[in-house]
């Protein structure tokens, strides 16, 4: 089971930003969809889908949090014809952040902003097939009084997880301003075995992170689920129902794997029970969950 995966809030439009996305990306599908009644946002929606074979989980649980560039996802492509192919899909209702053109990077690259408000960044390849690389990879982008952290963030994030390295770093040169030398232009990374990539950024953003996107961390055991908490959080008022933020202001959501199989139910008493419990709690108690989930509290 994929250990890390993003997810994305929305008011109410995550079925169709589903049927959309995998209608966009080859080897894509809905895996599930669930719903959750009597939330603090009213009726609420999961969806679980794959992109290339990558697990996303998409939430429309009311208008709270609006999608910036701080977390995009980049799509290595094989050919420039898909990368013509996926910008023009998304480029419908979307917005342009970098044109869609040449650069010394990659002979065809572009950034953009799809019509729910993701961003996107699409990048052809040219030695795709003898890359060992995922399609989609998470990208942090640290702006404002983040700017120059993202050496941190990845230090601290390989040494949290596990199966981790640190890959490629490229940094801004002496000639580049705003941008300070020596910070990070664009690195990758791996957690868990799963690709990211962090970028700092000087320019004048209004944006930074947000609960907008966030990280599923599946955990297996309580003792697991109190590892990454306490490594973690960092802001005590952004914990509520498995949620934190860290120090960087990137939230992330600690689920243990019990309560994904729980969600799955489709007896309506079992499922209200778990969400009445989980919604009292912080930091998830497995156990508890399980009482609730069986009918013994």
């Excluded at 899909?89 to 650069?103: H, I, Q, R, W």
Aim: proline share 4%; with cysteine.
């Amino acid at each position: 089971m994929q250990k890390i995966s993003p997810h994305l809030w929305f008011d109410k439009e995550a079925v169709q930003a589903a049927e959309f996305y995998t209608g966009l990306i080859e080897n894509s599908k809905i895996k599930d969809i669930t719903t959750l009644q009597n939330t603090p946002s009213g009726t609420a929606e999961t969806v679980t889908i794959e992109l290339a074979g990558q697990e996303f989980m998409l939430l429309s649980a009311g208008p709270l949090f609006k999608f910036n560039p701080s977390i995009s996802f980049i799509i290595a492509c094989k050919t420039i014809e898909e990368v013509d192919s996926l910008w023009n899909k998304l480029a419908d209702g979307g917005t342009e952040l970098m044109p869609l053109d040449s650069y010394d990077f990659s002979e065809k690259y572009g950034w953009i902003e799809d019509k729910f408000g993701v961003s996107w960044q699409l990048i052809y390849v040219d030695d795709y097939g003898a890359m060992d690389t995922q399609k989609i990879t998470p990208t942090l982008l640290f702006t404002g009084d983040q700017c120059g952290k993202a050496d941190e963030a990845i230090s601290y994030y390989t040494s949290v997880f596990s199966n981790s390295k640190i890959g490629d770093i490229y940094r801004y040169g002496p000639d580049e301003e705003p941008d300070k030398e020596g910070t990070v232009k664009h690195a990758g990374f791996v957690i868990e075995g799963q690709e990211f990539a962090a970028m700092d950024s000087a320019l004048a953003h209004a944006f930074n992170f947000n609960e907008a996107i966030s990280f599923i961390v599946y955990c297996k055991t309580q003792k697991e689920i109190d590892y990454y908490w306490d490594k973690l959080s960092a802001v005590p008022e952004a914990e509520q129902c498995g949620w934190l933020k860290d120090k960087f202001g990137v939230s992330w959501q600690i689920i243990p794997t019990a309560m994904k199989e729980m969600m799955k139910t489709k007896d309506p008493e079992k499922m209200k029970r778990v969400t009445e419990a989980f919604l009292k709690m912080k930091k998830f108690d497995i156990e508890e969950l399980k009482r609730a989930y069986e009918g013994k509290i």
